[in-house]
């Protein structure tokens, strides 16, 4: 017990002597250590400029992943977080364009990684707005055949038979001819609403899905070679005209055999081509930043705030551009503004680009890979997609 209590002592004493002794060293090192470590004083301005030279700059990385055929990733990173974006960019020497229906009709909806997989396409991309049954919500045309219609002016890619791709504006103007009758088209392989007159042709299917309140009108080689109430057949060489209420009425003189015509004018710019699809708005223009969401009377949704994206783009070359923007998923992509999807473009080398459907639809496919993201965590039915076919 008596040693026990010394040293106790010992220790107190050497305790009480450290501390004496050498406290004062330790926090005058420390108060110096603090004094040397402490960064020069910034002004506001030279904050703010640091950390919108940091939070502005993209990185992007290339990889060729076969000739002709480059996949790009594109990161930035914003105030309000991160922004990821994947994008193809393909030789059009190399490849061709072609837009593509679930199974080649309308109506329905699949996945895009299963109509590029019935195409044998080396990739896709979600395109076109579409109504929930699959309807096709834009001017539309595959290989020369009308797929969709809108009666907006809005922003469309057009592929030329010699593969060449351009944007513009478009609308559809369309008219039918019964007997001595002439009415507008008031859509194409859709619905036919209250005194409508829509035209369906194969990409329908096989027949019209009408119920009996809408007059059918089969036209072959331009002549009417029947008439009937509810689901028609629609023949392969051919088409048929619905009509509903006042339009019933209109056409009511109108006898098999009767001349059918049924005209169709997109405008001079989209006359000579094969594939047309109408999406939109326009992002860029002869390498500058053109948005034409508000001209274009495009919602809210689509025309304000972050989004996940999809859009395609050309370069100078004639090159064409397939992009996704990853979105609300904090950690990884925020999503992008139009205009912020429009300079990525412009950064990747575009001079002209247009915007897709977005949302949960965007969706770039590779080799049968999804390389995004999707934002609900799994791909979503759409209507169609653009794929990239290997010539």
Not at 272 to 284: E, N, S
Request: aromatic residues 8%.
């Amino acid at each position: 017990m008596y040693i026990k209590n010394q040293l106790y002592g010992c220790v107190f004493v050497l305790t009480v002597i450290f501390s004496a002794v050498f406290a004062p060293t330790f926090a005058f090192a420390e108060k110096n250590v603090a004094i040397l470590t402490e960064p020069p004083m910034e002004t506001p301005a030279e904050i703010k400029e640091e950390k919108a030279v940091e939070l502005d700059k993209p990185e992007i990385t290339s990889v060729e992943i076969a000739p002709g055929l480059t996949e790009k990733t594109y990161k930035v990173w914003k105030k309000d977080g991160p922004i990821t974006a994947y994008f193809l960019e393909a030789d059009k020497n190399y490849y061709s364009l072609l837009p593509a229906l679930d199974k080649d009709r309308v109506p329905g909806r699949d996945v895009v990684t299963k109509i590029a997989a019935e195409h044998n396409a080396v990739a896709a991309v979600n395109s076109s707005y579409f109504a929930l049954n699959g309807e096709i919500l834009g001017v539309t045309r595959i290989n020369g055949k009308t797929a969709g219609t809108t009666y907006f002016n809005r922003t469309a890619l057009g592929v030329r038979p010699d593969g060449s791709a351009h944007i513009g504006k478009i609308s559809y103007d369309g008219y039918v001819t019964l007997g001595d009758v002439t009415l507008p088209v008031s859509g194409v392989d859709a619905v036919c609403g209250e005194n409508g007159v829509v035209v369906y042709n194969s990409f329908y299917g096989d027949s019209t899905k009408t119920n009996e309140y809408v007059t059918n009108y089969v036209v072959v080689d331009g002549k009417i070679t029947a008439i009937q109430n509810g689901d028609t057949l629609i023949p392969e060489n051919g088409a048929v005209v619905g009509v509903h209420g006042t339009s019933t009425d209109a056409f009511k003189g109108a006898q098999v055999g009767d001349r059918a015509i049924i005209f169709e004018n997109l405008g001079e710019e989209w006359s000579g081509d094969l594939h047309i699809l109408g999406v939109g708005p326009r992002l860029a223009q002869d390498g500058q930043i053109h948005n034409t969401a508000l001209e274009e009377e495009f919602p809210k949704d689509i025309r304000v705030g972050r989004n996940p994206r999809a859009g395609f783009g050309i370069t100078r070359e004639g090159n064409y551009i397939f992009a996704v923007v990853d979105g609300r998923q904090p950690k990884h992509s925020i999503g992008a503004t139009l205009e912020e999807f429009a300079e990525m473009f412009l950064d990747i080398g575009a001079t002209d680009a247009m915007n897709f459907d977005g949302g949960a639809s965007a969706e770039l496919v590779i080799n049968g890979e999804i390389i995004n993201s999707p934002s609900a965590g799994k791909e979503r039915n759409i209507g169609d997609a653009l794929l990239l076919i290997r010539k």
